[in-house]
């Protein structure tokens, strides 16, 4: 599997305040890390990346001028940055403005600003309220004790990048069980009050397995092992849900620990399926898994509900309205909710005849055209993703990767 995204993330963006030259091998190489990429490195960071190793130096100071940065499609970017920068940056330095392309454009940046200007956050929007883009100066940032109304973990992190700058306490409360990878590279860090270095291997996302893992208990004669990828907790949704569903997961000889995030080769193999159900309290922890868990769910049986998802329609695409659509084109038994999916299992997913494929809208988004393909492999007659390009913001590779598997 590649690195996982958003230890990634965290890697490049804490690499910039970290006390020395940093490193992290097995880094994620994909367009949404290299948005944080270029980002640190015109805010005077200098970087190295060979082969999977990311090695960072931290500027000696920010930057004095004004800079503009691209967040491209990356949510985590411009989500974790914006609070980053609100501390980082010196008070009365010129501003740092952050920018996206389409997609992230339309994503609500409020949850972010909003309780970082009860810190004393100076943060104007550029063009709409509550959207990128974005100026950021620096200013003198008060600890706050904040309680959180979505289980947004870019949120909790952009209030604790933005706290390890502010005077006196930042405490980040309410809604729990969202990944927790700053606060564990904080510590590997020594310490939320000042953090030092880090040297770590980042592990095999488990968002990315969670494509290969529901194909495996897709289709027949399946038998999987990922290796070496992220059993953290607050990741592994998927995984529980995929045993709900009746599917054998192992994790076996787990290997080892680093940077506090916990390792583990999964093995997953076919089985008849059962329909699943997943409420707000399970989100968190397969927030990114939904458009696979509702291909699944389409050849399970039974009914599968899926409520207290509504945060799914502010992800890359309306991944609610997209899957919905999708799946309906190939024949499944989909209701839309407003706040999940309705899906009655099993049904044969059908495409079109030779020449006339069905074609399947991915909205751009990378996990909806990962979803689909994996839907493809059990759709009779012949589907086409309406462009596959859009993988290469998580996933370069999938399609090698998944014409591996097929070939063996
Ligand atoms: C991410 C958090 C999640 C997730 C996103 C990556 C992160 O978003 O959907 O792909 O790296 O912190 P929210 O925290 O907004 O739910």
Not at 258 to 282: C, M, P, Q, Y
Not at 323 to 338: H, I, Q, T
Request: hydrophobic share 40%; glycine share 10%; net charge negative.
């Amino acid at each position: 599997m590649p690195g996982d995204k958003s230890i990634s993330h965290r890697a490049v963006l804490l690499g910039l305040i970290a006390a020395g030259p940093c490193r992290a091998t097995g880094w994620l190489d994909s367009e949404d890390t290299r948005a944080s990429l270029a980002a640190v490195r015109k805010l005077g960071a200098e970087v190295s990346l060979e082969k999977g190793v990311l090695e960072i130096t931290p500027p000696l100071s920010p930057p004095t001028e004004s800079v503009t940065i691209d967040c491209g499609n990356s949510g985590t970017t411009a989500r974790l940055l914006t609070g980053l920068l609100a501390g980082w940056l010196p008070a009365g330095s010129s501003g740092v403005d952050l920018q996206g392309d389409a997609s992230l454009s339309r994503r609500p940046m409020g949850r972010v600003v909003d309780p970082l200007r009860a810190m004393g956050a100076d943060i104007a929007w550029l063009d709409k309220p509550g959207r990128l883009p974005i100026r950021i100066r620096g200013a003198d940032l008060k600890g706050v004790d904040h309680h959180l109304e979505i289980a947004s973990a870019q949120v909790k992190s952009a209030l604790l990048l933005a706290g390890l700058f502010a005077e006196g306490n930042t405490t980040v409360a309410g809604v729990g069980g969202s990944r927790d990878h700053t606060e564990l590279l904080l510590k590997t860090m020594g310490g939320l009050a000042k953090p030092g270095r880090f040297d770590i291997r980042v592990p095999g996302d488990p968002s990315s397995a969670a494509f290969f893992q529901a194909a495996a208990a897709l289709v027949p004669g399946s038998d999987i092992i990922v290796p070496g990828q992220s059993i953290n907790y607050t990741r592994t949704g998927a995984l529980r849900v995929l045993r709900r569903a009746g599917v054998k997961v192992t994790i076996e000889r787990p290997s080892g620990e680093t940077g506090g995030e916990l390792l583990g080769d999964v093995r997953v193999s076919h089985n008849l399926l059962k329909s699943f159900t997943i409420t707000a309290s399970d989100l968190p922890a397969l927030v990114d898994e939904i458009p696979i868990l509702a291909v699944l769910a389409t050849q399970a049986e039974g009914e599968t509900l899926i409520t207290g998802a509504a945060e799914l329609r502010l992800k890359e695409s309306d991944r609610l309205a997209v899957m919905a659509e999708n799946l309906k084109r190939l024949g499944a038994d989909v209701v839309e909710l407003d706040d999940g999916l309705k899906i009655t299992g099993p049904t044969p997913l059908v495409g079109g005849p030779p020449g006339q494929p069905v074609v399947l809208e991915t909205a751009a988004d990378h996990r909806v055209a990962m979803a689909m393909a994996v839907a493809a492999l059990v759709t009779k007659d012949e589907t086409v993703l309406d462009e596959d390009t859009c993988v290469a913001v998580s996933y370069p590779y999938f399609f090698q990767t998944l014409d591996k598997l097929l070939g063996s």
